[in-house]
């Protein structure tokens, strides 16, 4: 989780030192082979400093990728968790960004990503309404972004293999 400051715009948030310390812990629990093919992060400080942390154990270099970042909404103190459940559900406040906006920016970006990838894996920082709306775009009715959003814990890793989604930390595959 990100340093939380009212008044500042969320996409302007860092981490603050003990999700720092978090993130660089959980970032030597990734399990990455031989190495990282691409290793490319949303623009936003708390992305960034959370691919820093892989990068850092493993050697990669982040590429910056504005495509990855959150979904755009107005800052929303008190009430935004059930906001957020209402837009995952397929409403969309004033001021939030339409979904097909948001799946089809992430889609574009993991494509270029992986297209990028030398060998070994991609790695893609984002966030959690983001990731939610482009994978219940890919993977379709069977998917529920709401739920997947509620359970994402932070930071959290998730690898798709064909169109079964698997947690790549402590957790099971859910298809």
Same mark, same amino acid.
């Given at each position: ?50 691919a820093a942390a ?22 929303? $103190? ?16 004033? $001021? ?23 060998s070994g894996p ?17 993977? $379709? ?21 064909g169109d079964v ?5 402590? $957790?099971?595959?859910?298809?």
């Open positions: 989780m990100p340093a939380v400051t009212e008044g500042i715009p969320s996409t302007e948030w860092h981490l603050d030192d003990a999700t720092r310390a978090a993130a660089e812990i959980w970032a030597a629990r990734l399990e990455v082979g031989d190495g990282i093919g691409a290793l490319v992060s949303s623009t936003e400080p708390k992305a960034l400093e959370t892989i990068a850092s154990r493993w050697g990669s270099v982040v590429v910056e990728e504005p495509r990855l970042r959150e979904a755009e909404r107005p800052w929303i $103190g008190t009430g935004y968790r059930a906001i957020a459940h209402r837009y995952l559900r397929g409403d969309v406040p004033e $001021g939030w960004e339409p979904h097909r906006s948001v799946a089809e920016r992430v889609a574009a970006a993991i494509t270029d990503a992986l297209a990028s990838a030398s991609a790695i893609v920082v984002t966030h959690g309404l983001a990731l939610s709306l482009h994978l219940g775009d890919r993977l $379709g009715a069977d998917f529920d972004p709401e739920t997947f959003w509620s359970r994402l814990a932070f930071p959290d890793a998730w690898a798709l293999d989604l698997h947690r790549s930390l402590p $957790g099971a595959a859910l298809s």
